[in-house]
């Protein structure tokens, strides 16, 4: 069992956890440089739409994995619109970016 302690995004607190200390470092890790990327883009100005943003790019990055791999399971090639390259994915971000700013 590890404990992590986290901060970030202006808040601190610590977190226990069935995993290896050094696991759950890694993926706070992850996670800030995440965050990292995600605040510098100029249209988000608070912790939590970053927060939120970080979330949602760490969802569409399982989701893709998991169809990667359902794919691969059946014996199919992946299609070449898996093959996503940075430009694909900061006019994605960008277009989750407006979406969150209409409901905010």
């Known amino acids: 069992m590890g404990r992590l302690h986290i901060n ?3 808040t601190s607190f610590t977190v226990q956890a069935n995993e290896d200390e050094e696991y759950l ?3 706070l890790g992850y996670y800030s440089r995440i965050v990292e990327d995600v605040s510098k883009i100029p249209s988000i100005k608070t912790p ?3 927060s939120i943003l970080a ?3 760490l969802c569409d990055e399982l989701y893709k ?3 990667n791999v359902a794919v691969l399971k059946n014996g199919k090639s992946l299609p070449p619109e898996n093959d996503t390259n940075s430009e694909e994915l900061e006019r994605r971000t960008i277009a989750m970016i407006d979406k969150i700013n209409k409901v905010l």
């Open 25 to 27: 470092k890694k993926l």
């Open 48 to 50: 939590l739409q970053t």
């Open 8 to 10: 970030l995004l202006d």
């Open 65 to 67: 994995e998991k169809s």
């Open 55 to 57: 979330g949602i790019m």
